[in-house]
């Protein structure tokens, strides 16, 4: 297990070696778990203003920001974008039942997974289409010391969010490492496919309710079933890592 996956990786991409100096950690989904609420608050605003939306298809646009969600269901309902002043009444609609929903939770195993990656003395870092102003506040009092401002992308960052590379571009340059030193931690279609756009390995934990499949097909290079087994897996693949180097 794993050694394939990584063997795969360094030649399809033609680099010289898959040494891991950083994880970037998506942040929805993997860090919190509070894709069901972002999920049920997309249905519930789309409802509100007329537009047919399931949360299928929130799991399945998860990681644009939310202006390009909007614009989604609008040109596929209306063949056009959403005007600024819709995209600012549907996300104001969205943020609210979102905050009716309570603070988000730590998703299992995020935080002993991060101790584990910080005793390896591997840099953390945050890549998210999240624009929360309080994020680094909300980062900080769910896992005191695990994360620094310096090492955050966010909806705040980017020109363009996921699905396109450059969030995960912009973390990269931030790190001033190598792709191929690199491990990213993605549970969404759209930020799987962000990621390997930008050429770097990445782990999907499968912890919505889309199929595994879907999450293969983005470009994950190893699909898992949640955080948890990702966890108990991280001794080994760290093993497998090394010894690859090794050879
Ligand atoms: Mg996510």
Redesign the pocket.
């Known amino acids: 297990m794993f050694t394939t996956e990584i063997e795969t990786f360094i030649k399809d991409r033609n680099y010289p070696r898959f040494e891991p100096k950083a994880i970037f950690f ?5 860090l919190f778990d509070s ?1 069901k609420h972002h999920a049920s608050s997309w249905v519930k605003a789309m409802l509100k203003v007329g537009l047919p939306f399931t949360e299928h298809e929130a799991f399945m646009n ?2 644009r920001t939310g202006a390009s969600t909007i614009d989604e269901v609008f040109i596929k309902i209306y063949g056009r974008n959403a005007t600024d002043e819709e995209k600012q009444q549907i996300y104001h609609l969205k943020s609210d039942f979102f905050e009716s929903c309570g603070k988000p939770e730590r998703m299992p195993f995020a935080m002993e997974l991060l101790t584990k990656v910080k005793s390896q003395h591997l840099e953390i870092f945050v890549v998210t289409g999240s624009g929360q102003p309080t994020l680094i506040d909300s980062l900080d009092g769910n896992f005191p010391g695990m994360f620094h401002k310096e090492k955050m992308v966010t909806a705040f960052d980017v020109k363009h969010g996921k699905p396109h590379p450059e969030p995960y571009l912009m973390a990269l340059k931030k790190s001033g490492l190598q792709p191929w030193e690199v491990l990213v931690i ?3 279609p759209l ?1 799987v496919e962000s990621a390997a756009s930008a050429g770097l390995f990445t782990i999907a934990v499968n912890t919505g309710p889309l199929d595994a499949a879907v999450l293969a097909s983005s470009g994950a290079d190893i699909v898992l079933d949640d955080m948890e087994n990702l966890y108990e897996k991280w001794d080994l693949f760290s093993k497998k890592v090394s010894s690859y180097n090794q050879q």
């Open positions: 998506d942040m929805d989904g993997v894709m998860e990681g993605e549970n969404a930020g």
